[in-house]
């Protein structure tokens, strides 16, 4: 926040009046790439970019990546320790980022999911 009120992301910056101001600070690029070192919140993007109408609940998407930790690492983990870990941790920090809506346990693209998508297909062709 300014010291107006005014949300920091709505001042005027460096592409103008009433443009998005671009924070490229150290901090803000390291938190960013946090966001992607983790394969589960790189799982969520793929998952709801792949459902039906860009939109998943939240136990489905618990139980795909339940099955996909399954797959991936010969574990069985508990369906509730994913469920939680999902609602605590990861679709908080990718709503934070604009990334997913997180809603009544629907999660649905937020408003930076294409550049998500993006930073995925960069990473890896395949997606």
């Known amino acids: 926040m300014t010291s107006d009120g005014e949300n920091e992301q709505n001042r005027t910056g460096p592409l103008g009046k009433d443009q998005r101001y671009i924070d490229n600070s150290a901090a803000v690029i390291a938190e960013k790439a946090k966001l992607w070192t983790n394969s ?3 799982h969520v993007v793929r998952q709801v970019l792949a459902a039906p109408n860009r939109e998943m609940s939240l136990r489905q ?3 795909n990546l ?3 930790i399954d797959e991936q690492t010969e574990q069985d983990p508990d369906y509730d320790d994913v469920r939680q870990t999902l609602r605590r941790r990861h679709l908080p920090r990718l709503s ?3 990334v997913v809506d ?3 346990n629907m999660i649905r693209p937020g ?3 294409g550049a ?3 930073l ?3 990473n890896d062709p395949r997606v």
């Open 96 to 98: 934070e980022h604009d």
């Open 116 to 118: 998500a998508v993006e």
């Open 102 to 104: 997180f809603e009544d």
């Open 120 to 122: 995925l297909v960069r």
């Open 111 to 113: 408003p930076e999911f």
């Open 40 to 42: 589960r919140r790189q």
């Open 66 to 68: 339940r099955d996909h």
């Open 61 to 63: 998407l618990a139980l």
